[in-house]
């Protein structure tokens, strides 16, 4: 009984050995398969029987098959994964926003302003040249086109965004729509075995690396080989279930977000990481809060502050009539809030009536009641005291303008003196129109007619005065912006934004450096090694060489016993 035992065992370790071959040789033919993880045979020793007083051990027996993993090798590399795929969204929407300023270059915006500058000083140098003074419209001009393309290809970054976040939420539920049925078949497989269904398994980990790349994801595996994946808490495959996601567009007055939110339950998305945080982050660029709004709060210092000097000032020649660019709201209603665009003081501005049959220039001042109260001025007031003026009219038009004409072509008007930027909010005798970076432009009718530019303060056609505070408003200090220049306040932004490139490439480079360590440790423990592999080949041929002899020699043993009988 006992050499039929013995032949039983050796067959069995026979069986074993040639598994064990048949295993090396999978590894070895998969050794440069991406994303194969190396396959290991089980084994545990057979259970033994007894034989009179002894207990004999009947060999070997294969228990599984299964993947070499380091499950927390595996979570940590999932998880620098996420991370490092986030930062490298943000960097690349920062590097595209530099390439937009494009800082660097002799078309940049700090360059374009300090053009407009020059263009006023040389103004002054030469008040009478009207080449100077066309210069000067064609800087402006220059100024207002960067950052209007500067406010497009900002939007345009933004709208490509929104299209990227649609994009990759559809590979997102695409990746868990084919989790969920892998996880079906490796259940069903795997059928509470010991073995891993290698194949399908090796799939699943390729599509957890995949989504790890949009979204940080945590992995739970279940007592049947299922895989349970949860994004931000909330679990996106449970067995075959997987939850799908949506994205929808949030409007609000100043920009266009997007919302992530589970189609089942309506609940939010709440990202870590992830390539689809850095997209959804990237969105606030075009939000108060990004480099958008920042280009929009320069832009309207730049129309703020010229406007505020420039409406102060007199061209070469009056007005005839001027219509206010800024529509009014109830006119019954204090300026500043008939007007919320443009900061308006408590002050007052004057006008200067020119009569060309006598000469004579007259002054009229105009209060500016900004208290905060009910009897502040309302545009309606501001109208009836200039219509009190000889030679003037003013009223407010169908379309909600102020409107000021004088009564005879004999009687032109100029504008002084003004501490309560009343004219500058209303877009009278300014030099920008607009009120943000889409919107800027040098107003059409100083465009036309270059002898509105108002490069003076003492009367008509007297000096360059105001051209030089013009000039010095983009490098001196200002108290209307807060004691800064515009100049600084731009620096400030490129400064900010080369800030956070630089510290976004430290942060990029060290979890790329970080990653690549966890993926030389899991190759080391889940990937094929050539040598390895042959050695256990040499082991398993030894074994098996070994096991043949035992079965031979007990097959020589019982034909001897049976010849004896």
Request: hydrophobic residues 35%; glycine residues 8%; negative net charge.
């Amino acid at each position: 009984m006992s050499l039929f035992s013995a032949i039983q065992g050796s067959s069995n370790a026979l069986r074993v050995h040639q598994l064990g071959l048949q295993v090396v040789g999978n590894n070895i033919a998969n050794v440069n398969t991406p994303g194969y993880i190396r396959q290991e045979l089980v084994l545990n020793p057979a259970l033994g029987y007894r034989s009179g007083g002894l207990i004999i051990g009947q060999g070997v027996e294969a228990v599984g098959v299964q993947q070499k993993l380091d499950n927390f090798t595996l979570d940590r590399l999932r998880e620098t994964r996420s991370q490092l795929s986030y930062q490298e969204q943000v960097q690349n929407t920062n590097s595209s926003v530099e390439s937009i300023f494009n800082e660097l270059s002799e078309n940049d915006l700090s360059s374009r302003l300090s053009s407009l500058a020059n263009a006023f000083q040389d103004v002054a140098n030469q008040p009478g040249s009207e080449s100077m003074q066309a210069l000067v419209i064609q800087r402006g001009q220059e100024v207002s086109t960067q950052l209007r393309e500067i406010s497009t290809r900002l939007a345009e970054g933004s709208s490509r965004m929104r299209s990227e976040i649609s994009a990759s939420v559809d590979q997102i539920n695409r990746i868990a729509q084919s989790l969920g049925d892998i996880n079906r078949r490796i259940v069903e497989i795997e059928g509470g075995t010991n073995s891993d269904a290698v194949g399908l398994r090796d799939e699943r980990l390729k599509l957890l690396d995949e989504l790890a790349t949009y979204v940080d994801v945590s992995v739970t595996e279940q007592p049947n080989g299922s895989a349970t994946v949860f994004v931000g808490g909330d679990y996106i495959v449970s067995d075959g279930i997987a939850r799908q996601i949506k994205s929808s567009l949030v409007a609000d007055e100043d920009s266009q977000s997007v919302e992530l939110r589970f189609t089942d339950t309506d609940s939010p998305l709440d990202l870590k990481a992830g390539r689809l945080k850095g997209l959804y982050e990237s969105i606030n660029n075009s939000s108060a809060e990004g480099y958008q709004g920042k280009i929009d709060k320069l832009a309207k210092d730049i129309i703020f502050l010229v406007n505020r000097i420039h409406s102060q000032g007199q061209g070469s020649r009056g007005f005839q009539s001027v219509l206010s660019e800024q529509v009014l709201g109830q006119t019954d209603l204090p300026l500043e809030l008939a007007n919320s665009d443009f900061q308006i003081d408590n002050g007052s501005f004057q006008i200067r009536v020119t009569d060309s049959r006598t000469g004579e220039t007259k002054s009229f001042d105009f209060p500016v009641r900004q208290l905060g109260q009910e009897s502040d001025t309302t545009a309606s007031e501001l109208a009836a005291a200039i219509n009190d003026v000889s030679g003037l009219s003013a009223s407010i038009t169908n379309d909600g303008r102020f409107e000021i004409k004088s009564d005879s072509p004999a009687i032109s008007f100029s504008f002084a003196n003004d501490t309560s930027g009343a004219l500058a909010a209303l877009g009278i005798n300014t030099f920008f129109s607009g009120n943000s970076a889409s919107t800027i432009a040098v107003k059409q009718e100083i465009i036309s007619d270059q002898t509105l530019l108002a490069v003076s303060l003492d009367g008509v056609g007297n000096g360059a005065a105001n051209a030089i505070r013009l000039s010095e408003a983009f490098s001196s200090p200002n108290e209307l912006l807060g004691g800064r220049s515009l100049n600084g306040i731009y620096d400030s932004i490129v400064s900010e934004m080369t800030r956070d490139i630089n510290t976004q490439k430290g942060v990029t480079d060290g979890l790329r450096n970080f990653m690549q360590t966890l993926e030389a440790k899991h190759l080391g423990i889940s990937g094929v090694s050539l040598d390895e592999e042959a050695v256990k080949m040499l082991l398993y041929q030894k074994a098996f060489q070994a096991t043949a002899k035992v079965v031979s020699a007990a097959a020589e043993l019982l034909d001897t016993l049976v010849n004896i009988v």
